[in-house]
Structures are given as C-alpha cells and as structure tokens.
C-alpha cells in the first residue's frame, strides 16, 4: 500500500489551521457583539445579520461583530475546498496521476459551481 | 434564544455526529425548529455545522489515518454530482415521496446493520480490480483493540453509485448525508465500523460544502444564529473525535444504529406531514 502519512499530517494541519481560526473569530466576534448588544447575547434575524458575499466584500473592513464572525463562518466555509486543492498538488507531486485526476474533477465540479453563482 | 444556548445545544450534536459519521444536522435541525428559528434558517446554519463537524473531526481522524484519503476522495465524486443533481431536483419533486423513498433505504440498512451488530471486525474480503486498481485500503491503530487492523475496500463500483445516492438525499434534504454514507461505507463496501464514520465525517464536509454555498448565495445565513452553532459543533466534533477511538466497533455501531432508527421515525412523519 502506498504511504499516504505526509498527505494525512499535512491535511491534518489545513484542517486543524480552519478550524482553530474559525473558533478564535467566532469567540472573538461573539465577545464584540455581547458589548455591542449592551451586554444581552439575544439574537434577533434581520437582513442586515446576512452574510452576502458581494455586501462584505465591498464594504471597507470594519472592526465589528458582524466582520468576524463573517470571516469565521468563511474560513469553515472554505476549508474542504483548500483541502481539495492540497490533496491535488500532492497527488502531482508523487505522480499519482490516477488521484491527481479524481481531485482534479472534485475540485472543477466545486469550482464551476462556485462561479455559476 | 441566545448566543449561549445555541452553543451549548450544539455541542452534543457535534459530538454524536463525530462518533456516528454524521454531520449532526438531523439532530440540530429539529431542534432550532422546536427554539422557533424558522425552518430555512435552522436548515442553511445546519449546513454549515456539518461542514464544521466534519473539518472538526477529520482534523483528528485523518492524523490518526482514521479517514481514509483515497477512499474519500474517489467517492467524493459521485457524492457531489448527486447532491448537486439533488439540489437542482427539488425544485420539480414533491418531497412527500422522497421521504418515504430514502426512509425505506434507511430502513434496509437498519435491518442488515442490525445483522452485523457483533462483528467486530469485518472478515477479509476479497478485492474487486476496480478497488484493487485504486488502492482502496487502509491500516489503523485501534485503540480499543490495541492492535492494527488493516483492511481491504470492495465493491468500489456499487460504492460510488451508492455514493450518488446519498448525495441526492443530501441534496434534496438539505442534510449532509452522512447517516446514508455510513450505511454504504459498512455494508456495501465493507469497511470496519470506525474508518466508516470517520471517512463519512471527512466526505460529508465537501457534500455539504455544495449544499451550502447554495445557501451563502441565496443570503440565507444568518451569521448571529450561524456563528454559534459553528462554534459547538466545532467544540462537539473535537471532542467527539477523542471519544471514538477509544470505543468497540460494536459500541459504534449501536450509536449508529439508534440514530438510525430516529432519523427513519423522523423521514416517516415528515413524509406523512408533508
């Protein structure tokens, strides 16, 4: 069988960098919005507690709740993506050109649909 | 309903999802549900939980060669493909029948992962070429067992068909689907109870990563009720993954199986409501 062990510890550093910023921005963020809600942590939905792409990236960065927790969620978001992308290098850079195919077409049917919207 | 319920009602569900392969959304859903989150709200941050539970739990599970890579990323095809062909079918399906479709399916697994309760291990199977082709194997250390076990994936073919079908439940459900991927991970392709749950959580993350950004582009997150839930499940999966090693196959296998009778009871009732 083929050692996979440097792909499975170099994923597991993509995985565990997501998930740990994710956490630090989410625990940040929720801080912010304790202070800004006058220390009450209720949620209420409303359109601006969206998160649209096009808005939050137009908008200049502001150091606010609602800027963390948006990076947050896009950082968990995007991680499986990453992860496809890592997986194709190395499966490039041992020649497995069976492998580099089956995340070459993971990640073109992710990509496409991404654009598409 | 506050920053601080979510999380803790989120934890448990990241927990469980990481033990039992699930993303955990069929748990949180109805819960937010029951809070009064309206349901389309409840099902786009479930989405993004389970893409949490997954990165959550893989992070562990593919250190310790748990989930296995090549396996994962050949049946990340086929499960993509049906979720997107999922979500593009909802639209003309009415979604009574579909209950009652995927809960006869679930069904089926019960009853033959009922079958194979005791099995600790599964017995040595022999390749198809399609598998062997591909290299589906893998080798872990059991904590449990205290010993390696390798084992040997078959049916590769059936596998990925399987695969479709799972995704096409993920995406005309708006689940992540794991409950489905573990069924055909154990039974059709044989693969021992743990790398079953722990590939399942790894693939499930890409499924719902399809679902998802349809919600992301529909603006449907709500990132004060996202943002928490993210943040349990996140702490549920770490914690989940530290758990499961350390328990049988057949302790597994008998979290799984009571999930799986819940999640039948609750597709039977849908279909019936719908």
Avoid: C
Avoid at chain 1, 42 to 60: H, K, V, Y
Avoid at chain 2, 82 to 108: D, E, N, Q, R
Avoid at chain 2, 226 to 252: E, Q
């Amino acid at each position: 069988m083929k050692d996979n062990t440097s792909l499975e510890r170099l994923l597991s550093y993509i995985l565990i960098t997501g998930v740990l910023a994710s956490l630090i921005l989410s625990f940040l963020g929720l801080v912010l919005y304790y202070l800004e809600n006058k220390l009450r942590l209720e949620i209420s939905f409303s359109d601006q507690s969206i998160l649209l792409l096009d808005r939050f990236f137009s908008q200049a960065i502001q150091i606010n709740s609602h800027t963390f927790l948006s990076i947050s969620i896009l950082i968990i978001l995007f991680t499986p993506y990453i992860r496809v992308i890592t997986s194709m290098i190395y499966f490039m850079k041992i020649k497995d050109y069976k492998y580099v195919f089956l995340t070459f077409t993971v990640f073109s049917i992710l990509t496409i649909m991404f654009l598409n919207y | 309903m506050d920053v601080l319920t979510l999380i803790l009602i989120s934890i448990p569900s990241g927990i469980l999802g990481a033990i039992a392969g699930l993303g955990g959304g069929v748990i949180l859903i109805p819960l937010l549900v029951t809070m009064g989150v309206p349901i389309k709200y409840a099902i786009a941050s479930s989405i993004v939980a389970v893409i949490a539970t997954s990165s959550g739990s893989a992070a562990a599970y593919v250190r310790r060669r748990l989930s296995n890579i090549r396996v994962s990323m050949f049946l990340e095809i086929f499960t993509i493909t049906g979720a997107i062909i999922g979500a593009m079918l909802t639209v003309y399906i009415p979604s009574k029948p579909l209950y009652f479709i995927f809960g006869l399916f679930l069904i089926v697994s019960l009853i033959f992962m009922r079958k194979r309760i005791s099995d600790e291990l599964p017995f040595n199977e022999k390749q198809d070429r399609l598998s062997s082709w591909l290299k589906l194997e893998g080798d872990y250390f059991d904590e449990k067992l205290g010993m390696m076990v390798q084992y040997k994936i078959t049916n590769a073919l059936w596998g990925g068909i399987g695969m479709i079908f799972a995704g096409l439940a993920g995406g005309m459900l708006g689940i992540g689907a794991g409950i489905f991927k573990v069924s055909i991970f154990e039974l059709i392709l044989k693969m021992p109870s743990k790398p079953s749950s722990s590939t399942s959580n790894f693939i499930i993350g890409m499924t719902a990563l399809a679902g998802a950004s349809v919600y992301l582009f529909s603006g449907l997150l709500q990132i004060y009720l996202v943002a928490p839930i993210v943040t349990g499940m996140l702490i549920g999966s770490m914690i989940g993954a530290r758990i499961l090693n350390k328990l049988s196959n057949k302790a597994v296998r008998i979290i799984f199986i009571v999930i799986l009778l819940y999640v039948i009871i609750q597709m039977m009732y849908r279909g019936v409501m719908a």
